[in-house]
């Protein structure tokens, strides 16, 4: 069955992903009113109307064109967590962001997008990032490469002895060990920041636009689109113990993806010395 769509007219997917920016996210960018803008878990975790109704939307949608398939969408888990198990299950499963970056959503920054992956076993087959806001869309497919817009898109590798552009993760909102792990990149040779949008960061690495991440969180809804995208563009990503990064959990953090296998080994190289 997975094999089968996955040989199909893919664009059904992306079509979806647009449908429902184009339904419930865009009309409320820079319109939002203030009941529809509620705090999850603080004043830096924040969901409105738009991720909740996009992530409806793409339910729907998503399940329509995979029958048999569930989706792990980052607001259903937070009204039951044990949603996430279907990471785990014999199911495909879609994993969703439907606003990834909303405080920069809140804002009315243009920096947010929409992120699904396909993943089956564990294993993210496929994905699309979709910056509304920007009219720019990000396809990663397993073995077959990424694309921007259409386009083949390739992160390359640095130049030689060129500073290394790094976001990370905040420290503020990392544990103790976390934090001693990204101070390493405090450190000669590294331009670190924290990051925005994750899905952002992800598609600045598959395009060359920036050379590594290093995140200290592991929900698949923020990572599995990204790191397809960055492997099929020829990156590169694993975690401080040096295994890949598993969607389902349990990963040695903090983890990095990068433009090369080089890069990875560098930032890895920060984060133990700073660990």
């Known amino acids: 069955m997975i094999d089968d769509f996955l040989a199909g007219d893919l664009t059904e997917v992306e079509a979806a992903v647009r449908a429902a920016a184009a339904a ?46 569930v989706v792990v969408g980052e607001e259903a888990v937070h009204a039951d967590p044990k949603v996430y198990e279907a990471l785990g299950g014999q199911e495909p499963v879609w994993i969703v962001d439907p606003v990834d970056g909303t405080r920069q959503f ?20 496929a994905s699309w990032t979709y910056a509304a806001a920007l009219d720019e869309m990000a396809v990663a497919v397993r073995g077959r490469g990424a694309t921007l817009n259409g386009a083949p898109l390739r992160s390359g590798s640095p130049a030689p002895g060129a500073v290394l552009r790094v976001a990370m993760s905040h420290p ?12 390493g990149l405090r450190t000669e040779g590294i ?22 991440l290093a995140f200290n969180w592991e929900f698949a809804w923020d990572h599995a689109a990204g790191l397809l995208l960055v492997t ?11 295994a890949p990064f598993r969607i389902t959990g349990g990963n040695d953090l903090p983890f990095t993806a990068a433009r090369d ?15």
């Not at 920096?111 to 993943?119: D, E, K, Q, R």
């Not at 670190?192 to 994750?198: H, K, M, Q, T, Y």
């Open 261 to 275: 296998h080089a890069t990875v080994e560098r930032i890895l190289a920060a984060l133990r010395a700073g660990g």
């Open 106 to 125: 809140v804002r009315g920054e243009p920096g947010f997008c929409t992120l699904v992956a396909l993943a089956h076993h564990g294993e993210v087959l």
């Open 232 to 242: 099929e563009a020829g990156g590169a990503q694993a975690t401080l113990s040096g």
């Open 24 to 69: 419930e996210i865009m009309p409320r960018y820079r319109q939002l009113a203030a009941h529809e803008i509620v705090e999850k878990n603080g004043p830096h975790d924040l969901v409105t109307t738009a991720d909740r109704l996009a992530e409806q939307h793409l339910t729907a949608a998503l399940s329509r064109l995979l029958p048999g398939s």
């Open 191 to 212: 331009d670190a920041r924290p990051c925005g949008s994750a899905g952002l960061e992800y598609l600045g690495v598959a395009r060359g636009d920036l050379d590594a």
């Open 172 to 183: 503020d909102y990392t544990t103790d060990d976390q934090k001693r792990a990204l101070l």
